[in-house]
């Protein structure tokens, strides 16, 4: 199984990015799949996730603001971000649990100047 990130970078405070997570090697439109962070110095948590029903889940700092999506024919994940904050900068994951145990991805940066 092998998840890749991608579109991270640098953005002002009030911008916007939209991250993608490509799946391989698993029966993605089964499982559910899910955006975690870790800024420097601090654990790693969960943004959002989604169910395979399309059911979603946010963390309270990123409700309204972030929205999760799935294209179970490209077996990919989206994560687009409006109204970014410095508090939001982060190495973003994306992570599966499929098959009894969890996938995660390389991750991708997400700089957010103010």
């Known amino acids: 199984v092998q998840l890749q990130a991608s579109g991270g970078g640098l953005v002002q405070a009030g911008g916007s990015l939209r991250l993608s997570c490509r799946t391989s090697g698993v029966n993605f439109r089964l499982y559910p799949i899910g955006w975690y962070r870790q800024a420097p110095g601090k654990q790693r948590e969960l943004v959002t996730n989604?169910?395979?029903?399309?059911?979603?889940n946010y963390a309270g700092d990123v409700q309204g603001r972030f929205a999760i999506s799935r294209d179970n024919v490209r077996n990919t994940v989206y994560l687009q971000m409006n109204n970014l904050r410095p508090e939001d900068t982060a190495v973003y994951y994306c992570?599966?649990?499929?098959?009894?145990?969890?996938?995660w991805g390389r991750g991708t940066l997400v700089t957010v100047s103010s």
């Open positions: 992570k599966v649990a499929a098959r009894g145990r969890d996938f």
């Open positions: 989604i169910t395979s029903d399309h059911v979603t």
